[in-house]
């Protein structure tokens, strides 16, 4: 069973940088695309990125398009979020989930994943 655990957010300022970290503790999310949501409060879960597994084709948001990049390491089960010029409405919980096939299903909703969902890890951009 996949299991992925989010890290790497906190509080920064704008225009600052994080990374974020979906670690794959069930060692199984080789096989599957994995995206990134967030979810602000008052607001629905939305797709921010995804990366296929088989060709690694990456798919971003449109505001997030040029900002953020998404890899994974697969040898380290982990998959990695970089947000770079970050905007106060980038302030979320952010999440990693599995997709339902090894492509991305784009755009990426919560449907087109597979669970569990983690805990998620809070991005605050802030002065």
């Known amino acids: 069973q996949v299991r992925l655990v989010e890290s790497g957010g906190g509080l920064v300022q704008p225009g600052g940088s994080l990374r974020l970290s979906c670690k794959d503790l069930?060692?199984?999310?080789?096989?599957?695309?994995i995206g990134w949501f967030r979810q602000a409060p008052g607001k629905e879960r939305e797709g921010v990125s995804c990366i296929s597994a088989s060709d690694r084709r990456t798919y971003y948001a449109d505001s997030v398009k040029g900002r953020f990049t998404i890899s994974r390491d697969n040898e380290q089960n982990t998959v990695y979020l970089q947000m770079n010029s970050l905007k106060p409405e980038d302030t979320a919980i952010y999440y990693c989930?599995?997709?339902?096939?090894?492509?991305?299903?784009?755009?990426?909703?919560?449907?087109?994943?597979?669970?569990?969902w983690g805990q998620g890890t809070q991005v605050t951009v802030s002065s």
């Open positions: 069930g060692f199984t999310s080789d096989y599957y695309a």
């Open positions: 989930a599995p997709g339902n096939f090894a492509r991305c299903q784009w755009p990426l909703t919560v449907a087109s994943t597979r669970g569990p």
